[in-house]
């Protein structure tokens, strides 16, 4: 119970902290700020992590990247799926790379917002 009433009291909603200026500010907005802050510097270092103009195809062409790299670097996925298929691994690698180019398809047209 008491780690509970700790944990709670950690992420209290009205918990305010001031500033040089001794105006008090919300501890939620300033986590809120740096949170998404953060989350912009990943955007835009990483690729497949999206963001706001992010369209479904793009976010499915990088899970499927993702998940194909996966098998690619896991030994035994390679291995299992080798002896699945009744192929060899140097086919089932060459086989997961040319999925990578375009693994869900070409994109859809988008309509001109003229």
């Given amino acids: 119970m008491a780690r509970a009433l700790a944990v709670s009291a950690r992420y209290d909603v009205g918990k305010q902290t001031s500033n040089a200026s001794g105006t008090l500010l919300s501890a939620r907005m300033t986590d809120r700020y740096n949170?998404?802050?953060?989350?912009?510097?990943?955007?835009?270092?990483?690729?497949?992590?999206?963001?706001?103009?992010t369209s479904k195809w793009e976010w499915l062409v990088n899970q499927h990247r993702d998940s194909y790299c996966s098998y690619m670097g896991h030994f035994?996925?390679?291995?299992?799926f080798s002896v699945a298929e009744n192929e060899s691994?140097?086919?089932?690698?060459?086989?997961?790379?040319?999925?990578?180019?375009q693994p869900c398809g070409?994109?859809?047209?988008?309509?001109?917002?003229?």
């Fill in 35 to 53: 949170i998404h802050s953060q989350l912009e510097h990943l955007q835009s270092k990483y690729i497949g992590t999206g963001h706001a103009d």
């Fill in 76 to 80: 035994d996925l390679l291995n299992y």
């Fill in 89 to 101: 691994k140097a086919r089932v690698r060459f086989n997961l790379m040319e999925k990578m180019l």
């Fill in 106 to 114: 070409p994109p859809s047209d988008k309509p001109d917002d003229a």
